[in-house]
Every structure is written in structure tokens, then in C-alpha cells.
């Protein structure tokens, strides 16, 4: 098995994957826009340093220099909990000065667009911007503009990568391996940015993965990712090793796309009757915020297969380690 040395804190978890090329020791790009910018060997080495990162969580004292004399900028369009909160914490935790810009207070609501609110924080001289926008590419708009890396926190229905980072660094915790498995993604497929980050980054480390939804949430083409498409809960979840639930988000459809809430529960929900067909030792997986009773029953929710708050800790892991490793890795410390 290969293992990555770049880790901050010493050894490294064992990989499941096996590349072709030496492990990397470094991210390619300067920024984190998606996982499609990411090669497996990447991946891996994101992974393997949040496993390092995962320690700092068990100290007494849970904080290290790494990032001391670097800001970061959180700057959240959409409203979120996890997401902000876990970069927040993973900031703090790397002793970076954070500053958390309130859109809802800012001059965007005078009219000033993202560009030149970027622009202005700049002036400021951050190291980093993490961001969140409503609009596909929002991202990507100011890799090309601004000097500070940007880190992508989810852009419209486009990409959320560092979810799909900490939905790979939990299911590898429980199953030790990303490659054979099979990965049921069941729910609003085709307003989800999760759904875009999981499949990119599964099929690239040898997942195989199902979708499962009506057949108005399902996106045109996704097949040609290397998925296999169902409309039928049960063909999804059996013999499953993961079964992943996405949101209905209500707030992005514009029309019916199912007669109700009710009927979609019935249909698409997931029950402790659809669990039953997964593998017995199946994690049940969500990104939040859940709707109970509409895409997943609270006795899922809350039973003995769910890692849904685990997912969560996870995630501060995995941000640290993707801060640290723009930052330059161990190439910054040993700078420093």
C-alpha cells in the first residue's frame, strides 16, 4: 500500500488507491474551484492529511501555528451552517486570522457586484477567499481575477468539492477503502452541487456509483460520468455499501417536479424497510440540512447505521487539510 509523507503530523492512514504515478506531495492548482481540477493522486493526499488533521481534534489543546500571520476570508452569498462554521473552526484551529464578511450588512446590497467586493477585500491583502455564490462559475470568476486563492465552497448547481472530500475521508474511515464499493446517491439530483463533487471524485477512486430519483430530478447525460441510473429505490440500495441522501431544495425548482412532498416520501423516501436491502454494515449518509419525512425517515436519521454528525466533524478535518496544503504544505513550515 502507499502512503503519503507530507502529512504535518506524522504518519499517514493506508490508501486504497493505487496510482500509477508516485503519490503527490502537493495540490497541482493554486486554488480548490472542484474536484474535477483534482487527480485521484490528489485526492488522496487531501485525505491522508486530514486523517493528521483528525488528531489535532482528540489534544487537549486543539491548535497548532500552521497558518499563524495568514487571513482568510469567508465570504458566504447563501446561507449555511456546516459548511461556514467547519471552515471557521479549521481557520481558527491553524491560527489563521478569519474574517467573516456579512453579506446580508455589506455593500452588495447597494448593488456592488461579487468582482468588485473581492476586489476591495483584496485591497486588504488576504491570503485566501473562501466562497459561496448562488451562481454556477461564481468561483472560477475570481480565480481569474484576484491574487488571494480561492477555495470553493459551493457555486449554484455546479461544484461543493470539500463535501465530497469529507464524504470520501468518512466513508474510508469505515469501510478502508473508496475503490469496489457500491454508493447509492438518492434524492434532488439535479439541483445538487454534492451530487456533481461525489461522482467526480467516487468514480475516480473506483467507487461504484448508482443514482437514484425521479425522473425529473435526474440530470440529462449523467450516465456518461460512469454512474448507473435507477428510478427504483430498492434496485439502488441493494447489497449497498453507503447510501447517500440529498436535500429536496425547494428553493431552487421552479415548477412541479412531483405531485407532493407526501407521494415523494412514499416513493423515494428512505425507510428502515429500503435500509434492510443494503449490506448490514451499510453507512447512511447526508449533507444537510435534512428535511425528515421527505427524503429520509427520522428513525434513519437518527439510527444505527447514520454518520451524519460524523460527517460534520469530519469536515473541519478535511478543511484543514485543504488550507494547509494551498498554503504550501510542508513546503510552507519548512519556509517558516
Same mark, same amino acid.
Given at each position: 500500500? !502507499?502512503?503519503?509523507?507530507?502529512?504535518?503530523?506524522?504518519?499517514?492512514?493506508?490508501?486504497?488507491?493505487?496510482? %500509477?504515478?508516485?503519490?503527490? !506531495?502537493?495540490?497541482?492548482?493554486?486554488?480548490?474551484?472542484?474536484?474535477?481540477?483534482?487527480?485521484?493522486?490528489?485526492?488522496?493526499?487531501?485525505?491522508?492529511?486530514?486523517? @493528521?488533521?483528525?488528531?489535532?481534534?482528540?489534544?487537549?489543546? /486543539?491548535?497548532?501555528?500552521?497558518?499563524?500571520?495568514?487571513?482568510?476570508?469567508?465570504?458566504?452569498?447563501?446561507?449555511? !451552517?456546516? $459548511?461556514?462554521?467547519?471552515?471557521?473552526?479549521?481557520?481558527?484551529?491553524?491560527?489563521?486570522?478569519?474574517?467573516?464578511? @456579512?453579506? %446580508? $450588512?455589506?455593500?452588495?446590497?447597494?448593488? =456592488?457586484?461579487?468582482?468588485? $467586493?473581492?476586489?476591495?477585500?483584496?485591497?486588504?491583502?488576504?491570503?485566501?477567499?473562501?466562497?459561496?455564490? %448562488?451562481?454556477?462559475?461564481?468561483?472560477?470568476?475570481?480565480?481569474?481575477?484576484?491574487?488571494? /486563492? &480561492?477555495?470553493?465552497?459551493?457555486?449554484?448547481?455546479? =461544484?461543493?468539492?470539500?463535501? @465530497?472530500?469529507?464524504?470520501?475521508?468518512?466513508?474510508?474511515?469505515? /469501510?478502508?477503502?473508496?475503490?469496489?464499493?457500491?454508493?447509492?446517491?438518492?434524492?434532488?439530483?439535479?439541483?445538487?452541487?454534492?451530487?456533481?463533487?461525489?461522482?467526480?471524485?467516487? !468514480?475516480?477512486?473506483?467507487? =461504484? +456509483?448508482?443514482?437514484?430519483?425521479?425522473?425529473?430530478?435526474?440530470?440529462?447525460?449523467? =450516465?456518461?460520468?460512469?454512474? /448507473?441510473?435507477?428510478? +427504483?429505490?430498492?434496485? %439502488?440500495?441493494?447489497?449497498?455499501?453507503?447510501?447517500?441522501?440529498?436535500? &429536496?431544495?425547494?428553493?431552487?425548482?421552479?415548477?412541479?417536479?412531483?405531485?407532493?412532498?407526501?407521494?415523494?416520501?412514499? +416513493?423515494?423516501?428512505?425507510?428502515?424497510?429500503?435500509?434492510?436491502?443494503?449490506?448490514?454494515?451499510?453507512?447512511?449518509?447526508?449533507?444537510?440540512?435534512?428535511?425528515?419525512?421527505?427524503?429520509?425517515?427520522?428513525?434513519?436519521?437518527?439510527?444505527?447505521?447514520?454518520?451524519?454528525?460524523?460527517?460534520?466533524?469530519?469536515?473541519?478535518?478535511?478543511?484543514?487539510? +485543504?488550507?494547509?496544503?494551498?498554503?504550501?504544505?510542508?513546503?510552507?513550515?519548512?519556509?517558516?
Amino acid at each position: 500500500m !502507499t502512503k503519503s509523507s507530507s502529512s504535518p503530523m506524522g504518519s499517514n492512514a493506508a490508501l486504497d488507491a493505487r496510482p %500509477a504515478e508516485p503519490p503527490a !506531495t502537493r495540490l497541482k492548482h493554486r486554488h480548490l474551484l472542484g474536484i474535477a481540477d483534482l487527480t485521484p493522486e490528489e485526492i488522496v493526499l487531501i485525505l491522508d492529511t486530514a486523517e @493528521a488533521m483528525q488528531e489535532i481534534a482528540h489534544r487537549p489543546i /486543539k491548535k497548532v501555528p500552521t497558518l499563524r500571520g495568514r487571513t482568510v476570508v469567508n465570504l458566504f452569498f447563501e446561507p449555511s !451552517t456546516r $459548511t461556514r462554521t467547519s471552515f471557521e473552526v479549521a481557520e481558527k484551529r491553524l491560527s489563521a486570522d478569519t474574517l467573516n464578511v @456579512a453579506i %446580508a $450588512t455589506s455593500s452588495v446590497v447597494k448593488g =456592488e457586484t461579487l468582482v468588485d $467586493t473581492a476586489l476591495n477585500l483584496e485591497a486588504m491583502s488576504p491570503d485566501m477567499i473562501v466562497l459561496r455564490h %448562488a451562481s454556477s462559475g461564481a468561483c472560477h470568476l475570481l480565480a481569474r481575477v484576484c491574487r488571494s /486563492k &480561492i477555495i470553493n465552497a459551493g457555486d449554484g448547481m455546479h =461544484e461543493h468539492p470539500t463535501q @465530497a472530500l469529507l464524504d470520501a475521508f468518512t466513508i474510508r474511515r469505515h /469501510k478502508g477503502r473508496l475503490s469496489g464499493i457500491k454508493v447509492a446517491i438518492l434524492g434532488d439530483l439535479l439541483h445538487s452541487r454534492v451530487l456533481r463533487s461525489n461522482v467526480l471524485l467516487l !468514480t475516480k477512486l473506483g467507487a =461504484e +456509483v448508482w443514482l437514484c430519483g425521479p425522473p425529473t430530478l435526474v440530470p440529462t447525460g449523467i =450516465e456518461r460520468l460512469g454512474v /448507473k441510473v435507477t428510478h +427504483v429505490v430498492d434496485d %439502488a440500495v441493494r447489497d449497498a455499501d453507503v447510501i447517500m441522501m440529498l436535500r &429536496i431544495q425547494l428553493e431552487r425548482m421552479q415548477g412541479a417536479f412531483f405531485p407532493s412532498l407526501r407521494e415523494y416520501f412514499n +416513493v423515494f423516501g428512505m425507510t428502515e424497510d429500503r435500509v434492510s436491502l443494503a449490506r448490514p454494515d451499510v453507512i447512511i449518509m447526508h449533507p444537510g440540512p435534512m428535511n425528515r419525512g421527505v427524503e429520509i425517515a427520522s428513525e434513519v436519521a437518527d439510527g444505527p447505521y447514520s454518520v451524519i454528525l460524523e460527517q460534520v466533524a469530519n469536515g473541519v478535518a478535511v478543511r484543514m487539510a +485543504v488550507l494547509y496544503l494551498l498554503a504550501g504544505g510542508a513546503e510552507h513550515e519548512t519556509a517558516a
